[in-house]
C-alpha cells in the first residue's frame, strides 16, 4: 500500500482528516514521519461501505477469521509503502465458511474495494512519482506440504516456513 510521511503535509491550517478537510489547528497532531496510507480497504455490508478512518496504518477487514500477523504492516521506506499480511484461519467451530452460487465452500473476501484517502492531490505527484499502484497477491498454503511440527492453528508461523523454505529455493540451499 503506497503512503506518504505526514511531516509532508502542511499542517498550519490544522490536522489533515480522512475527508481532506481539517481538524483545529495544534489537535490530534501525528508524529513526525509517520506513514499515512493513502489506500483504505472498503468493506461493505448491507449496501454500506466502511473503512478505517483514522489516519494510521490500521484497515477494517470483513471477518474477525481474517488476521494481520503479527509485524505487520512492515514500513519499507525505500518504496514507500505500507506492506500488510493476513492470514485467513479455520473456519468457526460450526464449521462454516461462505458459499459460492454453486454452493462450495470459500473464504470471506478480506475487502471489496479501496478508496483513496484525500490528503490534498499536491502531495501525490511529488510524493509517489506520480503512480499510485496497490499489489495483491493471494497464497493458499497447504499446510500438509510445510512438514512435521507445523501448526496451521499459528498463522504466523506456518508464514515464517513458508518464507524460509522461499529463501531456501533462491540461495540454493
Known amino acids: 500500500m503506497p503512503y506518504i510521511l505526514n511531516g509532508d503535509i502542511d499542517y498550519s491550517g490544522g490536522e489533515v482528516l480522512l475527508d481532506g478537510s481539517t481538524a483545529q489547528k495544534g489537535q490530534a497532531r501525528r508524529?513526525?514521519?509517520?506513514?499515512?496510507?493513502?489506500?483504505?480497504f472498503?468493506?461493505?455490508?448491507?449496501?454500506?461501505?466502511?473503512?478505517?478512518?483514522n489516519l494510521t496504518s490500521?484497515?477494517?477487514?470483513?471477518?474477525?477469521?481474517?488476521?494481520?500477523?503479527?509485524?505487520?504492516?512492515?514500513?519499507?521506506?525505500?518504496?514507500?509503502?505500507?506492506?500488510?499480511v493476513y492470514a485467513f484461519t479455520e473456519p468457526d467451530d460450526s464449521g462454516t465458511l461462505t458459499k459460492t452460487k454453486k454452493g462450495d465452500p470459500t473464504t470471506v473476501?478480506?475487502?471489496?474495494k479501496i478508496k483513496?484517502?484525500?490528503y490534498g492531490g499536491e502531495f501525490l505527484g511529488?510524493?509517489?512519482?506520480?503512480?499510485?499502484e496497490v499489489n495483491v497477491e493471494a497464497l493458499?498454503?497447504?499446510?500438509?506440504?510445510?512438514?512435521?511440527?507445523?501448526?496451521?492453528?499459528?498463522?504466523?508461523?506456518?508464514?515464517?516456513t513458508l518464507l524460509s523454505q522461499a529463501e531456501s529455493e533462491v540461495s540454493g540451499e
Open 116 to 118: 483513496l484517502v484525500n
Open 42 to 53: 472498503v468493506v461493505t455490508k448491507n449496501g454500506t461501505d466502511r473503512f478505517d478512518e
Open 109 to 112: 473476501a478480506l475487502f471489496d
Open 126 to 132: 511529488d510524493n509517489v512519482g506520480g503512480r499510485l
Open 58 to 84: 490500521g484497515q477494517l477487514v470483513h471477518d474477525e477469521r481474517w488476521t494481520l500477523l503479527s509485524g505487520y504492516p512492515l514500513d519499507d521506506r525505500e518504496n514507500m509503502e505500507l506492506v500488510y
Open 31 to 40: 508524529a513526525e514521519n509517520e506513514p499515512m496510507p493513502l489506500f483504505k
Open 140 to 160: 493458499a498454503i497447504q499446510t500438509e506440504a510445510l512438514g512435521d511440527g507445523v501448526d496451521a492453528s499459528e498463522p504466523l508461523r506456518v508464514w515464517n
